[in-house]
């Protein structure tokens, strides 16, 4: 009996990308001590694999190495700001190759979640989802 995999539809990619985009909104060091975080990343390099595209293949790599960086446990934030920095650029340039408007549209948020994690991490800048905590804390 043999295991056949059944391809994703864009549907289930936009699901994925709107997933990916959301988390790199949160605050990634506390998604890292999470026990979904290395999930999230192996449905992501899984997805990109699938789409068996060469030009992606920086991309596939340079996500191997953030999933492996995150599972150390030691996260040395220019690593993770230097990867997180890459794949943003290339997964903007990367949305081109997306047949759906949709699909494309999301790609390019992720490309920009991407780049905006990766100065938070830089920079060690509070996320919008702490900004409004320390604001509701702070008016009460």
Do not use: C, Y
């Not at 999470?34 to 694999?49: S, T, V």
């Not at 790599?61 to 960086?69: E, I, N, S, T, Y």
């Amino acid at each position: 009996m043999s295991f056949h995999k059944i391809p994703k539809d864009d549907t289930q990619h936009q699901v994925h990308l709107d997933a990916a985009a959301n988390l790199l909104g949160n605050d990634l060091q506390e998604e890292a001590n999470r026990a979904g975080l290395d999930n999230h990343f192996q449905r992501w390099i899984e997805d990109l694999k699938d789409v068996d595209n060469p030009e992606l293949h920086q991309i596939v790599v340079d996500m191997q190495d953030l999933k492996a960086h995150f599972g150390s446990g030691n996260i040395d934030k220019d690593v993770v700001s230097r990867l997180m920095g890459r794949l943003g650029t290339n997964t903007s340039k990367a949305a081109i190759f997306a047949d759906n408007p949709n699909t494309a549209e999301r790609i390019t948020k992720l490309g920009e979640a991407l780049s905006a994690a990766s100065k938070q991490v830089h920079s060690n800048e509070s996320t919008p989802a702490e900004d409004l905590k320390q604001d509701s804390a702070q008016n009460k």
